[in-house]
């Protein structure tokens, strides 16, 4: 590899694995140095960018549906886009003020998640504490599908596994998209702001550091109203914008601009849109990654809780139509509503969140959870399911909040 050059390779094939290994120079990946001489591999599913700055040789082996050298990437802009942001920090730790707190958008399949990953990795390099936040609820790369988390990033994420998840803090949304339940999606996002804000004012190394944000792909009409709110919830004062010159215009033309910045960032060329199919495997692989670990390290626990030990409930219920509601009267928004569900074989295969609400008296919506569990078995004579949990038995006493994930766990 010359200089300025990027290695891209993609693995799709079931149960292929591709080794990598720096033989000479130095190189990254997302912003993770390679270790020279030392084995990475990669299963089915990824999609992998080396780059060099100075020059290096990779050593490849096993099959990949597509490996080519690029000469043509858009890290120098990032890097500067990075300069940019640690200039901020630079003036935050010397005026002692928050630093800068970024929002990352575009729409999906753009290579957000990947920026905001190489932007902390490159925070975090230079002795940062970033709080990473991830608004994507369609693959959870902080903890599960349907979920909306943050967490403080305090060393470069593993090449293989990600950032090190060490007592994240997750709220449970239940869908794979915001355009599901919009009004839910508002309200975790600001229950979420404001846990961010706290840690930031009781943490002096991460305050200078400041936020890094990923959000979802959904960027017309009410999914541009989300974005507003995110970056108002979140006081955001510099907007990343990739691959989207119109949601750039836009973002620029409404941000205040004595508060915000707003930037146009280029995605990469190895970036590619995902299939529904594609997508689907990779929700799979991030539930079975929750479960097992990423490299199936971790053993997690089967075992039968009777039924009436559960008490499981779901959130939002259709609104009722305006004609069955009495003249002048207007129906009640549901979508924030919680409504308790029967265990029966309905809940084969769905993933549940274990809130820390005791009781559906308390503020459920904005508790944040334990973990999740996935109901394995059912069986109604015996009243009893068989969960996957990552903790030994018994479950906690307290309330399980349904989802739409669905797994099921083949091992």
Request: hydrophobic share 40%; net charge neutral.
């Amino acid at each position: 590899m010359d200089v300025d050059s990027e290695l891209r390779f993609e693995v799709e094939g079931k149960g292929v694995k591709v080794t990598v290994e720096l033989a000479d120079g130095v190189a990254e990946m997302f912003g993770t140095e390679l270790v020279k001489g030392k084995s990475y591999v990669f299963g089915a599913g990824a999609k992998v960018a080396i780059f060099t700055w100075h020059g290096a040789s990779v050593k490849v082996s096993g099959k990949t549906d597509v490996i080519y050298v690029a000469d043509e990437t858009p890290m120098v802009q990032y890097l500067n886009a990075h300069g940019a942001l640690e200039e901020r920090r630079r003036q935050a730790d010397k005026k002692k003020r928050q630093g800068p707190v970024t929002l990352v958008c575009g729409p999906a399949s753009v290579g957000k998640s990947t920026l905001c990953r190489l932007l902390a990795n490159y925070a975090v390099r230079l002795d940062r504490r970033p709080i990473y936040v991830d608004l994507d609820v369609t693959y959870g790369s902080i903890s599960m599908p349907g979920s909306l988390g943050a967490m403080l990033i305090e060393r470069p994420a593993s090449v293989e596994e990600g950032f090190h998840q060490q007592a994240p803090l997750v709220y449970h949304y239940g869908h794979m998209t915001p355009q599901q339940n919009p009004t839910l999606y508002n309200l975790l996002v600001t229950k979420l702001a404001q846990c961010v804000q706290d840690r930031l004012s009781a943490n002096k190394k991460s305050r200078s550091s400041g936020v890094i944000i990923n959000t979802h792909g959904w960027i017309k009409g009410e999914g541009y109203t989300l974005l507003q709110h995110i970056a108002a919830a979140f006081k955001v004062d510099v907007v990343i914008v990739l691959d989207q010159e119109r949601l750039y215009n836009e973002l620029k033309r409404d941000m205040p601009k004595d508060i915000c910045s707003v930037l146009y960032l280029p995605k990469s060329g190895g970036v590619v849109e995902r299939s529904v199919s594609l997508k689907g495997e990779a929700r799979d692989a991030r539930v079975r990654e929750y479960f097992y670990g990423a490299s199936g390290q971790l053993f997690p626990q089967a075992f039968d809780v009777k039924f009436s030990d559960l008490k499981v409930y779901k959130i939002g219920a259709p609104n009722l139509p305006s004609s069955c509601m009495p003249l002048g009267m207007k129906a009640e928004d549901n979508h924030t509503k919680l409504v308790p569900v029967a265990v029966n074989v309905n809940l084969l295969n769905h993933v549940l969140a274990v809130s820390f609400a005791m009781s559906p008296d308390e503020d459920v919506l904005r508790k944040n959870v334990a973990g999740f569990i996935c109901i394995t078995a059912v069986d109604p004579d015996r009243q009893v399911v068989t969960v996957l949990s990552p903790q030994q038995q018994p479950l906690p006493p307290t309330l399980l909040i349904l989802s739409d994930v669905q797994f099921m766990d083949s091992h």
